[in-house]
């Protein structure tokens, strides 16, 4: 009896730990040239994905009690911004506040002047590049505010300012209520010549309401929105620059970080005076938001095949028809008599270092975000004057 049960024991373990066979799960691995892999969506992001396959790879929804530094820097002291500001830059003039980061002006002498204010940036700790940013805030009010969203670059590739640019996202002068401005700077484009390519629009509530301030930036461009309208948008056209290298007309090829203060007076802010009635005023800021697009998942096609090589005023220099490709070209491939030669990060290039008189065989190869390449251009003959 007792070995029956015992049988009877052994068959029950068996057929109660045989597992049941399942189809395998098949997840589909986008296979690509330089195996980019997809991209997940940081874990702190309220928004993680938007439509187009932007995916969150950055935020800050300003849930905590205080400023997380791991994010931001504070930047400290008088120095005026570059453009005369009055304020003192002081950590103790920011706040979070019910889920929102508050930058509050005050009028008080520190450090030699008469008003304090915060400016904070992400150098370091966020560094981007070809992203989409979105940003919710309001406004302060009063004449001689000047709050921005803005940005700079990480190493100054190209050189100091302006010669490796400036984004400025959004700026606003209190005392031209409603409009908003965006703008960038570059060698050959910036106020100090006179030449700065911006655009203004005026949007009601901006000081009364929270709005979302918005850029996309991809190769050669760089497009601007307030609540999902339009703003500006920026592009490089190598036809109409021909007289320099494309990183003195659009250096935007390199990563920035990002800049959120509130400056009082200044060249602009303070073209019309100080109301020293509006203090203490505010900055507020709901969340940042940047997303990059998830490539290896989105892109399906090879760029087509670069177009119409042709020479430019500038000495060495050829700029050719830029490719299309379903989600943008990251590069272009330069090849001369046939051997790859170097990279350009836009449809423009000048060739430096090579032998004096000597007539080279130039073709250019489009490369998409995730290792793609469009057929070689036809060739073209330059004669490097050395």
């Not at 250019?364 to 793609?372: K, M, N, S, W, Y």
Request: with cysteine.
């Amino acid at each position: 009896m007792k070995k029956i049960l015992i049988i009877i024991l052994f068959m029950f373990v068996l057929v109660g730990c045989k597992t049941t066979p399942t189809e395998p799960i098949e997840t589909e691995i986008p296979s690509v040239p330089n195996n980019l892999q997809p991209l997940s969506a940081v874990s702190d992001c309220d928004v993680p994905t938007l439509q187009g396959g932007w995916v969150c790879i950055w935020a800050d929804e300003f849930n905590g009690n205080v400023v997380d530094e791991t994010k931001w820097t504070f930047e400290v002291g008088g120095f005026g911004g570059g453009n005369q500001e009055v304020q003192y830059y002081s950590r103790h003039n920011t706040e979070v506040v019910d889920s929102k980061l508050v930058i509050t002006a005050l009028r008080e002498t520190m450090g030699g002047k008469q008003y304090t204010s915060s400016r904070l940036n992400t150098k370091y700790k966020g560094s981007f590049k070809y992203v989409r940013i979105v940003v919710s805030a309001k406004m302060p009010t009063g004449r001689g505010t000047w709050p921005a969203i803005w940005m700079m670059p990480l190493m100054n590739a190209y050189g100091v300012w302006p010669r490796s640019g400036e984004i400025d996202i959004m700026e606003y002068v209190g005392y031209d209520k409603d409009k908003i401005h965006s703008t960038i700077h570059t060698e050959k484009f910036n106020h100090n010549l006179g030449t700065q390519l911006g655009y203004s629009r005026v949007y009601e509530g901006v000081e009364t309401s929270f709005k979302e301030y918005e850029m996309i930036w991809s190769p050669g461009s760089i497009t601007t929105y307030v609540d999902g309208n339009k703003l500006g948008e920026f592009a490089y056209v190598p036809h109409f620059n021909q007289d320099v290298p494309y990183n003195q007309v659009f250096p935007f090829d390199q990563e920035f970080f990002l800049i959120i203060n509130l400056a009082i007076g200044g060249t602009w802010g303070g073209a019309q005076g100080i109301d020293n009635t509006i203090f203490p005023t505010t900055m507020e800021v709901d969340y940042v938001r940047v997303y990059k697009q998830d490539y290896a998942v989105l892109d399906k096609e090879a760029p087509t095949v670069p177009t119409n090589l042709s020479l430019a005023q500038l000495k060495n220099t050829i700029f050719w028809n830029k490719s299309n490709d379903d989600y943008g070209v990251e590069k272009y491939a330069v090849y001369l008599d046939g051997a790859f030669h170097k990279y350009a990060s836009l449809n423009q290039i000048t060739f430096t270092g090579l032998t004096a008189s000597q007539i080279y065989q130039v073709q250019i190869q489009a490369v998409d975000f995730v290792g793609r390449t469009s057929d070689m251009s036809e060739t073209m003959l330059l004669t490097f004057s050395g």
